[in-house]
Nanobody, 122 residues
Framework: QMQLVESGGGLVPAGGSLRLSCACS????????MGWFRQAPGKEREFVAG????????EYADSVKGRFTSSRDNAKNTLYLQMNGLKPEDTAVYYC???????????????WGQGTQVTVSS
């Protein structure tokens, strides 16, 4: 079993930055691809970013490319999402997820965190 706990969300003005963290309870963390998803009010949950087990491969949604960066520290069992140039449309609950595929995060990851709220004011 794996528990994921997000932190770092909050209220930030447009153009600002936030860094989300996702702490994993299991040392199996390094065997999983990890991802970030988000869900805005009234919308479906969507993929934001993914990172392979080693951190050597990343992918991003077109809406965040060039602004968001995903990274991981396997020694600390922690996933990060650096978010720069935030826009009001980035407002959502952000979730981290773990996928046993190791290389990519699919649409149905094995484990989910509880989410952290990010609100960007205009």
């Amino acid at each position: 079993q794996m528990q994921l706990v997000e932190s770092g969300g909050g209220l930030v003005p447009a153009g600002g930055s936030l860094r989300l963290s996702c702490a994993c309870s299991s040392r199996a963390f390094s065997n999983y691809a990890m991802g970030w998803f988000r869900q805005a009010p009234g919308k479906e949950r969507e993929f934001v970013a993914g990172i392979s087990w080693s951190g050597g491969s990343t992918e991003y949604a077109d809406s965040v490319k060039g602004r968001f960066t995903s990274s991981r520290d396997n020694a600390k069992n922690t996933l990060y999402l650096q978010m720069n140039g935030l826009k009001p449309e980035d407002t959502a609950v952000y979730y981290c997820a773990a996928d046993s595929s190791r290389t990519v995060v699919g649409p149905a990851p094995n484990y989910w965190g509880q989410g952290t709220q990010v609100t960007v004011s205009s």
